[in-house]
């Protein structure tokens, strides 16, 4: 049964930092991206959705009184009653990406793994991964949990959106340390840690992520929404 505190609504308010409008103003990250257009999240409890705050009014209203329409859903995979309409009002086909894939929530019991390490220090991150700065753990990525291989860090977890409520894990496993059922270890170790830390644990991906989707199952995570968003290429 879908817990009462896992909803679409949550889902949005997780991705992204609305304004007093309910409309997009950016992502929920150290580094915050514009986010999409438009965004859609529907589910068994219902749907919700948002504009970004650049559409035009006009546009905006179109598209949230299309979005009220949308019925609830069991099957996730599903397009929106009205996918065609929305990515006509937002532009030609040709400059949108569209990005559509399942959330998750964890169940009640996470085993917890014993072969996993927290991470402090972004240094350690430099022989297997790219991109990281210094800072962006203090800024939000932590708690940052790691399988270790001869003294590294390969495979990671940690947040990758977080509001005051819930967060979502991020999640990368370096390409030679893949299949090796790291992921799921520390996916379980940070979404401990997010309910010690009295917040919600969340974990979404594409439909097109065949090994993000391989970790859920690994986990038992319970599929409870899915995420249907248009951005500008």
């Keep these: 049964m879908l817990s009462p505190v896992t909803s679409p609504r949550l889902h949005l308010n997780t991705l992204f930092i609305l304004d007093n409008a309910g409309r997009i103003l950016s992502t929920r990250e150290p580094d915050p991206t514009p986010g999409p257009l438009f965004s859609l999240v529907r589910g068994p409890a219902g749907c919700a959705w948002a504009v970004h705050a650049d559409v035009p009014h006009t546009v905006a209203a179109h598209l949230d009184r299309l979005a009220a329409q949308e019925p609830p859903i069991d099957d996730l995979s599903i397009e929106p009653v009205h996918s065609d309409r929305y990515k006509m009002l937002l532009g030609c086909e ?10 998750f929530s964890f169940p009640n019991h996470i085993p917890q793994p014993d072969n996993v390490q927290i991470i402090k220090d972004e240094r350690l991150l430099t022989r297997h991964f790219r991109g990281w700065r210094p800072g962006e753990l203090a800024e939000g990525r932590a708690p940052m949990w790691a399988v270790f ?12 959106r977080r509001s005051d409520v819930a967060a979502e894990a991020g999640l990368e496993t370096a390409t030679p340390f893949r299949g090796r059922g790291y992921a799921a270890h520390v996916t379980a170790a940070w979404a401990l840690s997010m309910r010690a830390a009295g917040l919600i644990p969340l974990y979404s991906t594409a439909w097109d992520n065949h090994a993000s989707r391989a970790v859920a199952r690994k986990l ?6 899915a995420n249907w ?3 500008l290429r």
Aim: with cysteine; net charge negative; glycine share 10%.
């Design 229 to 231: 968003s248009l951005s």
């Design 220 to 225: 038992g995570l319970h599929p409870y929404a």
């Design 94 to 103: 040709d400059t949108l990406n569209l990005f559509a894939g399942p959330a």
């Design 149 to 160: 291989e001869d003294g590294a860090p390969v495979s990671i977890c940690f947040c990758a």
